[in-house]
Nanobody
Framework: VQLQASGGGLVQAGGSLRLSCKTH????????MAWYRQAPGFQREMVAS???????NYADSVKGRFTISRDNARNMVYLQMNNPKPEETAVYYC?????????WGRGTQVTVSS
């Protein structure tokens, strides 16, 4: 199982950025997916999740600004980040649970400048 996150970079506060995660080795359409983030000195936290049936859940801090989506035909999950804040600078990871364990991508750095 491989998860390849991409799309990170430098973005100004109030701008927008879209993260992508390509998956390999799972029957993607049957799996729930999630985005997490980890800032230096902080624990990894869930940002957004989407079930195989496309039910979505968000951390309170990102509701109304971030949107998670999936494309089952392309085995991709996305995180649209609108109006990000400097305190959301972190490494963003995609995640799934498959074959009885958690799987993590390598992560993509998002830096939000003020």
């Amino acid at each position: 199982v491989q998860l390849q996150a991409s799309g990170g970079g430098l973005v100004q506060a109030g701008g927008s950025l879209r993260l992508s995660c390509k998956t390999h080795g799972i029957a993607f359409k049957f799996h729930n997916m999630a985005w997490y983030r980890q800032a230096p000195g902080f624990q990894r936290e869930m940002v957004a999740s989407i079930t195989s049936g496309s039910d979505k859940n968000y951390a309170d801090s990102v509701k109304g600004r971030f949107t998670i989506s999936r494309d089952n035909a392309r085995n991709m999950v996305y995180l649209q980040m609108n109006n990000p804040k400097p305190e959301e600078t972190a490494v963003y990871y995609c995640n799934t649970n498959a074959r009885g364990q958690e799987w993590w991508g390598r992560g993509t750095q998002v830096t939000v400048s003020s």
